[in-house]
């Protein structure tokens, strides 16, 4: 053995060799130490200092360290990085030791599995997924430990990225070599910690096993997943191996999974996601950070991020990113949401019992999982307290709707507050011996031990009194001082009274101090007290724990009830404050807006300065293409749309004065493009993948929204790509489309296709100051009809532009125009409107296409202008000219186009 071998040393090499890929903390005394590798990645991304130490041998052993009371932040700060960390405890008391003191991992954490409230938002889910994907089906299992949820779902391989973008997971597990095939399920895996496990920690028999035995059932079928859910099933075997290695005391706290059936919510794709500012500004802002934290201004979680309670901010994330697609699940919602608004006091009430319920999900889940602190669950018991009041308002308001299937379930777990506020003090210490944490006459033993730490005065008196009398010394006094500890003081005039078991400890002016077998053993209770005390109130806290852990099923029932409470009580809220009304939901294909809103936007100007407006999609006017001017308000209808439909179908109120909403299948939209140079895909190329998304996916009960559909190309390509975008809409899957265009040629397919409508955003030209051309004013309203001028030059005068660039670009806009309508020309087609499926469906506009012009091949340019006078120069050939017939030609172009300025 060489001399660096040290049994330390040894033994942290073999601990460090069975968790490899993490950074090991490894405890020694009160600091937390890293060697080698370790200390150096710690160095580099915590600044700490790096050290060397000599641990027996010539080399030395790179060294950085952390104080075991100041862990939490380097912790929190190596997992947002990306690190999975392994703690490494003392297991045994050094004073107990017989030589090295004994360690073992106690936790791994990782970005997807964390406890610790620095490592959490309170408002949002940490979940760790696992993906396995089985021929055209992916099955993604989801958990959340620090909540216990866990979650199954199947889908297809195109729906697959957004249902795993709905659990914005922090760490994704996947068959080894299949890292890439995770990241193009979904995007948002690249901003996750990617884990590559062993494909046969996959295998769905295996998985089975594992899920039945931990969940004490013969087999899965007693969980209720059916044999054809396979590939989530592999997914939830590998998924919770993987967390029993994290964690090595184990998961008890984690739910029996629920398998969520496809067709019951709507998958919601990144970009409508995005576009729509569901969670997440454009701006950005939807970070790790306290509940409240996260700047939610701009988005729609923002509107409605008005929930009292932990659990309920992040249930109504879950609803927001999972919008219903049955008609009977919403209107429940709907039911009890117009409850709430009905009868105001109610609410009110209900409202002020959720204010101060703490996070029972995450509480219940630490007790559970032994890792709650006396202050925790005193916080549970608190929170739990609160809950008669719940049930109070929600027995008041009636069963509407889903109120009764949360009445016929509730769990009021009033026994666990009980047991939990008698058992511990009002404020009881975070960690156990600061202070007591123990009620006073829980424990007979602890109260002795107690009495024993105080000084114990009625205990003295007794030793007192038995002495005196059995010495005859009536002035006989026990005392106490720090020097000598416990004595027997007696006067030397009664010295021939002393009792032989005396024994003299102290010698002062007239009197002696002695000590005796009893008070020394009483003495030494006293000492110790203080530490049996801890011991015991370890014990006993110990014991609640396990006790209300037990109990972690009914615990997590009453908070996912307790969330939902809180998230309709917060809809019905919104809706009385922001004038919302009940959207009226149908299976038809008619979607009828009157007088809708856009949530976000109205909230940022005085109410009377948004102007409401309406939207009509029938079968027979399917496909709006909505043109005006930059500025006019386009983006805003468009994503106003979306939203009040993805409102609606969360069970909510809508931001509208009339809404009769035809039930969606999905919610596509593509408004706005930014370059992925990371990816290497320019504007345009981005613009067309989400298009293709689109077209592939859609069916004809989705709702699509387009925005500049072929603008990041030459204006024939753009306009050829938008015309045959809205042709495939309109003919081939023939569902409810708006498409906002600055190519007004577009308007032109009002003509051709039997369901499309014209509609525009309205302006109005206002003469400008004396001297200068007319100015626009943006009314915002839609109205019927194609807009025929765009404004941009307008907009480019509100932005500043000098005046003399904008009076160029007016007479180059002339000539462009000029050039225009013969491209309006071409884009015209003949044939027959209209023929019938020949299965016999509901007829869908159809027209033969064998007859269009075929547009120049020059592009509109500032270069490739046709002008008369260019075209009469471009037929000259010069070389065939003498110089005399050159300069006639020269006079009469002159004298041309003078004679035109004078006619213009």
């Given at each position: 053995m060489s001399r660096e071998a040290t049994p330390l040393m040894q033994q942290y090499r073999e601990i460090k060799s069975r968790h490899q890929d993490a950074i090991l903390l490894f405890r020694m005394g009160d600091f937390y130490e890293m060697f080698y590798d370790d200390a150096e990645t710690?160095?580099?991304?915590?600044?700490?200092?790096?050290?060397?130490?000599?641990?027996?041998?010539?080399?030395?052993?790179?060294?950085?360290?952390?104080?075991?009371?100041?862990?939490?932040?380097?912790?929190?700060?190596?997992?947002?990085?990306?690190?999975?960390?392994?703690?490494?405890?003392?297991?045994?008391?050094?004073?107990?030791?017989?030589?090295?003191?004994?360690?073992?991992?106690?936790?791994?954490?990782?970005?997807?599995?964390?406890?610790?409230?620095?490592?959490?938002?309170?408002?949002?889910?940490?979940?760790?997924?696992?993906?396995?994907?089985?021929?055209?089906?992916?099955?993604?299992?989801?958990?959340?430990?620090?909540?216990g949820e866990f979650r199954l779902t199947l889908a297809s391989v195109s729906d697959a990225p957004a249902m795993l973008a709905r659990f914005s997971p922090r760490e994704i597990l996947v068959p080894r070599g299949e890292s890439d095939r995770s990241r193009s399920i979904s995007p948002r895996a690249e901003g996750a910690l990617v884990t590559e496990r062993d494909a046969w920690e996959f295998d769905p028999a295996l998985a089975a096993d594992e899920l039945a035995r931990h969940f004490g059932v013969m087999s899965i079928a007693g969980l209720g997943i059916g044999d054809n859910a396979a590939g989530a099933v592999g997914a939830?075997?590998?998924?919770?191996?993987?967390?029993?290695?994290?964690?090595?005391?184990?998961?008890?706290?984690?739910?029996?999974?629920?398998?969520?059936?496809?067709?019951?919510?709507?998958?919601?794709?990144?970009?409508?996601?995005?576009?729509?500012?569901?969670?997440?500004?454009?701006?950005?802002?939807?970070?790790?950070?306290?509940?409240?934290?996260?700047?939610?201004?701009?988005?729609l979680l923002g509107v409605f991020d008005r929930t009292l309670t932990p659990m309920g901010a992040r249930m109504l994330r879950r609803w927001i990113l999972a919008p219903l697609v049955e008609r009977s699940a919403i209107d429940q919602r709907l039911d009890a949401v117009g409850a709430f608004v009905a009868d105001p006091i109610i609410r009110a009430s209900m409202r002020a019992a959720l204010d101060g319920v703490r996070d029972l999900e995450r509480l219940a889940s630490k007790t559970a999982a032994g890792r709650s602190t006396p202050r925790e669950l005193r916080g549970l018991g608190d929170s739990l307290a609160r809950?008669?009041?719940?049930?109070?308002?929600?027995?008041?308001?009636?069963?509407?709707?889903?109120?009764?299937?949360?009445?016929?379930?509730?769990?009021?777990?009033?026994?666990?507050?009980?047991?939990?506020?008698?058992?511990?003090?009002?404020?009881?210490?975070?960690?156990?011996g600061e202070e007591d944490a123990i009620r006073s006459g829980v424990?007979?033993?602890?109260?002795?031990?107690?009495?024993?730490?105080?000084?114990?005065?009625?205990?003295?008196?007794?030793?007192?009194?038995?002495?005196?009398?059995?010495?005859?010394?009536?002035?006989?006094?026990?005392?106490?001082?720090?020097?000598?500890?416990?004595?027997?003081?007696?006067?030397?005039?009664?010295?021939?009274?002393?009792?032989?078991?005396?024994?003299?400890?102290?010698?002062?002016?007239g009197a002696e101090r002695y000590v005796t077998p009893a008070l020394k053993e009483y003495e030494e209770r006293v000492l110790t007290a203080t530490e049996r005390i801890e011991t015991r109130e370890r014990e006993l806290i110990d014991q609640l724990r396990t006790r209300v852990g037990g109990e972690i099923r009914r615990l997590q029932q009453a908070a996912n009830l307790v969330a939902a409470l809180d998230v309709l009580a917060t809809f019905a809220e919104v809706a009385e404050r922001e004038g919302y009304s009940r959207p009226e939901?149908?299976?038809?294909?008619?979607?009828?807006?009157?007088?809708?809103?856009?949530?976000?936007?109205?909230?940022?100007?005085?109410?009377?300065?948004?102007?409401?407006?309406?939207?009509?999609?029938?079968?027979?006017?399917?496909?709006?293409?909505?043109?005006?001017?930059?500025?006019?308000?386009?983006?805003?209808?468009?994503?106003?749309?979306?939203?009040?439909?993805?409102?609606?179908?969360?069970?909510?109120?809508?931001?509208a004065a009339h809404a009769r909403i035809g039930i969606v299948d999905r919610v596509f939209t593509r408004v706005g493009a930014s370059d992925n140079l990371v990816r290497g895909q320019s504007t345009f190329m981005v613009e067309?993948?989400?298009?293709?998304?689109?077209?592939?996916?859609?069916?004809?009960?989705?709702?699509?929204?387009?925005?500049?559909?072929?603008?990041?190309?030459?204006?024939?390509?753009?306009?050829?790509?938008?015309?045959?975008?809205?042709?495939?809409?309109?003919?081939?899957?023939?569902?409810?489309?708006?498409?906002?265009?600055?190519?007004?040629?577009l308007t032109q397919l009002a003509d051709e296709l039997d369901a499309v409508r014209n509609y525009n955003v309205a302006v109005r030209e206002v003469a400008g100051p004396q001297g200068t051309a007319p100015q626009v004013l943006f009314l915002h309203r839609l109205q019927p009809g194609g807009a025929d001028r765009s404004y941009g030059i307008e907009v480019g005068r509100l932005a500043g532009l000098p005046a003399p660039v904008l009076g160029r670009a007016r007479e180059v806009l002339a000539l462009l125009e000029g050039e225009g309508a013969?491209?309006?020309?071409?884009?015209?087609?003949?044939?027959?409107?209209?023929?019938?499926?020949?299965?016999?469906?509901?007829?869908?506009?159809?027209?033969?296409?064998?007859?269009?012009?075929?547009?120049?091949?020059?592009?509109?340019?500032?270069?490739?202008?046709?002008?008369?006078?260019?075209?009469?120069?471009?037929?000259?050939?010069?070389?065939?000219?003498?110089?005399?017939?050159?300069?006639?030609?020269?006079?009469?172009?002159?004298?041309?186009?003078?004679?035109?300025?004078?006619?213009?």
């Open positions: 710690a160095s580099r991304h915590l600044g700490l200092t790096l050290t060397a130490r000599n641990n027996g041998g010539a080399a030395e052993v790179p060294l950085a360290g952390v104080p075991v009371k100041a862990v939490g932040e380097y912790l929190r700060r190596l997992v947002q990085q990306g690190f999975r960390v392994a703690i490494c405890e003392q297991v045994e008391d050094p004073k107990l030791a017989k030589g090295i003191v004994r360690r073992e991992v106690v936790e791994t954490v990782t970005p997807g599995a964390a406890f610790s409230d620095d490592l959490l938002d309170g408002a949002r889910n940490n979940f760790l997924c696992a993906v396995h994907a089985t021929g055209d089906v992916v099955g993604i299992a989801a958990a959340d430990v620090s909540t939830a075997g590998a998924l919770l191996r993987y967390l029993r290695e994290l964690q090595p005391g184990g998961v008890p706290h984690l739910a029996r999974p629920v398998l969520e059936h496809s067709g019951g919510t709507m998958p919601l794709d990144e970009m409508t996601r995005r576009n729509l500012e569901l969670v997440e500004s454009l701006r950005g802002g939807d970070g790790i950070g306290s509940s409240r934290g996260a700047d939610l201004s701009g988005t809950i008669p009041a719940v049930e109070q308002a929600m027995k008041s308001l009636g069963t509407a709707g889903v109120m009764a299937t949360i009445a016929a379930r509730w769990e009021s777990c009033s026994d666990i507050a009980d047991h939990i506020i008698a058992t511990l003090v009002e404020r009881p210490p975070n960690v156990v424990d007979p033993d602890l109260d002795a031990l107690r009495t024993l730490r105080s000084g114990g005065k009625d205990a003295i008196a007794q030793i007192q009194a038995v002495e005196r009398e059995r010495t005859g010394i009536t002035s006989l006094k026990v005392g106490y001082n720090r020097v000598f500890g416990y004595y027997i003081e007696i006067s030397n005039a009664n010295r021939h009274l002393i009792p032989v078991d005396y024994q003299r400890r102290q010698t002062l002016t939901m149908t299976e038809e294909f008619t979607l009828e807006i009157v007088g809708g809103r856009h949530p976000v936007v109205e909230r940022m100007m005085p109410r009377e300065q948004f102007i409401p407006n309406d939207t009509r999609l029938t079968d027979d006017a399917r496909l709006i293409i909505l043109t005006g001017p930059n500025m006019a308000g386009k983006s805003t209808i468009l994503r106003q749309i979306g939203l009040i439909v993805l409102i609606a179908q969360m069970g909510s109120f809508v931001p067309m993948a989400e298009t293709s998304a689109i077209l592939h996916t859609a069916t004809r009960r989705s709702l699509v929204l387009l925005d500049e559909i072929g603008r990041g190309t030459s204006t024939y390509d753009g306009v050829s790509i938008a015309w045959a975008v809205s042709e495939h809409l309109h003919d081939g899957l023939a569902c409810k489309t708006v498409f906002a265009t600055h190519y007004h040629e013969q491209m309006a020309t071409a884009l015209g087609r003949t044939g027959e409107r209209r023929e019938e499926h020949s299965s016999g469906a509901t007829p869908v506009a159809r027209s033969t296409r064998a007859n269009v012009v075929v547009a120049p091949s020059e592009q509109l340019g500032l270069f490739g202008l046709s002008h008369p006078m260019i075209e009469r120069l471009r037929e000259l050939d010069i070389n065939t000219m003498t110089p005399l017939q050159a300069l006639e030609q020269l006079a009469k172009l002159v004298d041309e186009a003078r004679s035109g300025q004078r006619n213009a």
